[in-house]
């Protein structure tokens, strides 16, 4: 055992956290080792010591009571080591060789499950998922209680260990997707996974891929409603919201909660967000094809109030556009890294007084700061941050194209953006797969 010990002391010797603390347990001397930072030693011992009392009561040997209490382990360096940066403490007894790893009462150092910060819910449960996958799966199960709710954890990474976990219903899922997604975590297990590019490194997909292959939400409700449509969960610890997968076109217009809503209510919710990505896409490309290359498209009294509306501006239509994209992104960048307290009042305040200030110097038209804040407001229209962000960079495509070929050169840039909706496909679902649900044939 003194061998066991000094390796664990040459591993995590170095760390102040680190204890070692001799002890009596059921007349047998121990050894407790641990990270004070993880665990509380003082009430872990205080409710071992009446577990094992309770144990002796009931007339349970030495042997059967350190099973009991937890796992026993023999000349296992790696394991006790591991186990102790997991939180746990470990047990050494005295004159043997064994070990056991008890879970201790830890300290809180988790954060409790709070409403939703990045989705807003109307109505609807307003729990969302934290940092810790024990608690997401948890609040996913109280969700979801079925039987068919299948969970797959595991662990990867060689230096830094992160849990991974792998949730499905087995009546709604392909198999095929699910065996898949095992075999590729199984294949690159030794990768270190702490962001969404670790996660699709793991699975193999490209790093090139402007949509992003995975569909994020915080809320256990939604995640549940997903997998009902025969979708699957991942969840990493530490990432506080669920990964679905596959991602398909139509999650940016489709929320459960619309369902709250009676049936027209809510097709018109989604229909306003089809229109959305629309005027997202086409606005900005529109406004600089009708200026700058087709102008005889227009009426000739719209025409006269655009042409009045860029009087004195000096820069072509496509530099005027392109000046203002870019101090858009800089406001809805500086949004989210600004403290809450000042940021929205902040942007706000700037976005307002910098508009003014460049139409009226004559730096750009008045119609453009229109266009510009409807194209803003449709792309936030959209379901999911990880879309929004990909059709804010597919509007600049639209942009040039219009630029060189006016209004052929916007419907090319829509064509083009719609092929590579089409080409892209995930598991070998399509991201244009109109409903991925299986459908029940027995019976």
Known sequence: METLITDIKIALGDNDDFFIKRDYLIEEEVVFLGLNTLLDITKTKTTLQKQTESLILKGKTTQLLFNLIG????????????????????????????????????????????????????????????????TNIGLLRKQLISKQLIVHTTSTGMVQKTNVSLLYLNDKVDQKLVDNIKSLIEKNNDLEITDLQGLSKMLEFSSWDTISKFNTTELPFHASQFLKRGRVI??????????????????????????????????????????????????????????????EVLQIELALSVAQSREGVPYPALVEVIIMLIVLELIIEASVRLPKSVGQTITMVGGII???????????????????????????TLVGTQSTTSIRLFKYINIILSSLYGVLGLVTGIVLICSYFASLTTFGKSYLYLNIERKDNSG
């Open 354 to 380: 910098l508009g003014q200030a460049v139409v009226e110097a004559k730096l750009v038209s008045n119609l453009l700061i229109i266009i510009l804040a409807a194209t803003t407001i449709a792309n936030s």
């Open 71 to 134: 796992d026993v382990f023999e000349n296992d360096t790696k394991r006790a080591i591991s186990s102790i940066l997991e939180g746990k403490l470990i047990i050494f007894i005295e004159n043997t060789k064994q070990f056991i790893i008890y879970e201790p009462i830890s300290k809180s150092i988790n954060r409790s499950i709070e409403i939703p910060t990045n989705e807003n819910v109307i109505q609807g449960p307003l729990n969302s998922f934290t940092e810790d996958i024990d």
């Open 234 to 295: 991942l969840f990493v610890n530490q990432l506080p919201f669920a990964l679905i997968l596959p991602n398909l076109i139509w999650d940016m217009f489709i929320v459960e909660n619309d369902r709250n809503f009676p049936f027209p209510i809510m097709i018109a919710i989604r229909f306003l967000r089809i229109i959305g990505i629309l005027v997202a896409l086409i606005a900005p490309g529109l406004y600089v094809a009708l200026v700058a290359v087709n102008p």
